[in-house]
């Protein structure tokens, strides 16, 4: 597809948060974002052959619904303010998910920011995520479906701004947009887009120092994780498209 052709098809919004994104509509394709962990974890297990990954807001729901599943098909992982919820088998770090752990099970999940984010867009009619590790995964597949609203999805830290969610927006962004100027003003959604590749073109080439910088990053070395955030950081190392399949349930394509 050329760039002209994408340019001509797609609308496309950043919101660094969730709370940012519109009440009162919903985009014809969502991709939630969230770096440090949740979407990098999301096409981890995935790619490691997981049947599925459930996503919750809520820890007492994801406990509930999991029960109902055969402990042996089932793996509960639970992240609060960066460490694993008691009663969990894992929290939210993507290497703790091998293949050997997570094969075949339902993988039940509630993080802090990101499965807030995948419930704010679930009823959208795609849903997918994104990490620095899939990237060009989800790239590829908007680039070939080119839907005509779209919306980049940070998932933030409480309700704040994170960067390094904002920073893997504008990496999908500056694919897609390829070169700003006025005269593709027309697919650029609103200011954000461009705040997003700024953000992305400036560190692209050392994303785990940003990282390091990011507030969530500085919390998560605190806890003794600074080995999640380099992984983190590597570009396109897993060929794997998370999409809903029903609200809250992803898949890998």
Known sequence: ???????????????????????????????VIDVLRATTTIATVLAAGAEAVQAFSDI?????????WDCALRLRAGERGGSKVEGCDLGNSP???????????????STTNGTRALQRVEKSPTVLTAAFVNDQ??????QRQQPET?????SGWQGSYSLE?????????????????????EAIG??????????????????LELFRLSSHGQRLC??????????????????????QKKPGVLMGL
Not at 60 to 68: A, D, K, N
Not at 198 to 204: G, K, P, R
């Open 190 to 207: 609103n200011d954000e887009v461009i705040g997003a590749i700024a953000l992305y073109c400036q560190w692209q080439s050392n994303l």
């Open 95 to 109: 290497l703790e998910c091998t293949s050997e752990r997570v094969k075949g099970k339902r993988f039940f999940l």
């Open 137 to 142: 995964s989800v790239i590829d597949y908007l």
């Open 165 to 185: 969610d904002t920073a893997c927006a504008g990496a999908i962004a500056h694919c897609l947009l390829d070169n700003l100027s006025h005269e593709n003003a």
């Open 222 to 243: 605190r806890l003794g994780q600074e080995a999640d955030l380099a992984y983190c950081a590597k570009r396109n190392c897993l060929q794997v498209l998370p999409t």
């Open 60 to 68: 007492e729901q994801l406990m509930e619904v999991s029960e109902r």
């Open 1 to 31: 597809m050329t760039y002209a052709q994408i340019l001509n098809t797609v609308k496309l919004f950043v919101y660094d948060t969730p709370e940012l994104t519109p009440t009162d509509r919903l985009p014809d394709c969502a991709v």
């Open 150 to 154: 779209l919306w980049l999805v940070g």
